[in-house]
């Protein structure tokens, strides 16, 4: 079997580089450290690109004494044994070892970075992609964020926080959901005129969705690939290299939004009538949202709504709705509640940013689709 095949194969380099050790007269990895001496540097050098080249600084050996260290020689403290995680996976046990859903109330500090990785980890450990059913681990959190607050997060791990976070909110998002929204006694008058998370959200995002409370920085759901999210704002450079899932900005842009965007799709409220200047239109285009029949707000309730993650290309009126009732319902947004009160005078000013080449990808799917059925449907007669 496969497995067996990778542990061969392991043994196999092992023997090899034993072997070779051998011949060189060496029998710990440490001794070869600073071997410069061993480095077979001839055909590397000699090559045309090195000519008029000189390496003699990158070939340098230092001389020291013994008292100076030349390689890992002492263990480093990361401080892991003192994560928060650790508290959040005991309370999490009964979710961890019976799928039993748990509420965990927990204050937290802008010291503890990557709150959620671990718990998540165990999680996959236990359960693999698809995780726990969701909001099986919820986690009400109060206080200011660290870096990478659920990073990696897991299906069915929410964490919902009272208050702000750092940089690289949603690192690597993974299927879990993050809420995020001012304290009430904050003083905050307009959350939507204020930073709630930093730079570089849901960087690399693969899956799960977020509700952000007020604005982000710059590089927002920079290189996401799947993951759906509501803002209310943004900085510099937003969606850019984004290449899957959804954003919606309720609020203003900084520059450059969508550079380097090849999928996904983003609808941002332009208010004031000038995103076009700040988008960067290179590989992306800009489209009005109209609702199709039988879309209208009055109407919603009583239907069987599509499946608004499969067809990019329509739907969007009932989806972009959907997800701001969802940013309402879980933040308390009042830029939510004041669209929603009058959505149809709202709609006509959100733009749909959509990549030029992911549409025409998306459609010629549609096509093939529609022939092969045809074709069994032809068939079948």
Not at 318 to 339: D, K, P
């Amino acid at each position: 079997g496969q497995p067996e095949q990778v542990i061969n194969y392991f043994f196999f380099v092992a023997e090899a580089v034993r072997r070779l050790m051998a011949r060189l007269g060496v029998r710990h990895f440490n001794d070869l450290i600073g071997r410069r001496d061993l480095l077979d540097t001839r055909q590397a050098i000699g090559h045309w690109k090195a000519r008029g080249l000189d390496f003699s600084r990158l070939f340098y050996h230092p001389v020291v004494d013994a008292s100076v260290a030349t390689h890992h020689c002492e263990s480093q403290d990361h401080g892991l044994d003192r994560a928060l995680d650790h508290e959040l996976i005991r309370q999490a046990q009964p979710a961890l070892e019976h799928r039993q859903p748990v509420r965990i109330e927990q204050r937290i500090y802008n010291y503890q970075r990557t709150v959620g990785a671990m718990l998540s980890g165990r999680v996959a450990e236990r359960f693999g992609h698809a995780g726990l059913p969701e909001d099986c681990i919820y986690i009400k959190a109060q206080g200011t964020a660290g870096q990478s607050f659920g990073a990696w997060l897991a299906h069915g791990v929410t964490l919902e926080l009272e208050g702000e976070a750092n940089d690289y909110v949603g690192k690597g998002l993974s299927g879990g959901r993050l809420i995020l929204y001012p304290p009430a006694h904050s003083g905050i008058e307009y959350a939507e005129e204020n930073i709630i998370v930093g730079n570089t959200v849901l960087y690399g995002a693969i899956a799960g969705e977020c509700f952000f409370r007020g604005v982000a920085g710059e590089r927002f759901a920079v290189r996401n690939s799947g993951a759906t999210a509501v803002v209310e704002g943004v900085g510099d450079h937003g969606c850019e290299y984004m290449t899957g899932g959804i954003v919606v900005c309720l609020g203003s842009t900084g520059r450059n939004f969508a550079a380097g965007m090849s999928g996904g799709i983003a609808y941002v409220f332009d208010e004031s009538g000038d995103f076009d200047r700040r988008c960067n239109r290179a590989m992306v285009e800009l489209e009005t949202i109209r609702e199709e029949p039988g879309e209208a707000a009055g109407t919603l309730e009583s239907q069987t709504p599509p499946d608004l993650h499969q067809d990019m290309t329509r739907h969007d009126a009932l989806r972009l709705r959907q997800l701001v009732e969802s940013h309402l319902r879980y933040t308390g947004s009042e830029v939510a509640r004041r669209l929603l009160d009058d959505w149809s005078g709202y709609l006509p000013r959100f733009v749909k940013v959509m990549p030029i080449d992911y549409r025409r990808a998306l459609q010629d799917m549609q096509a093939r689709q529609q022939k092969i059925a045809m074709g069994t449907g032809q068939g079948g007669r």
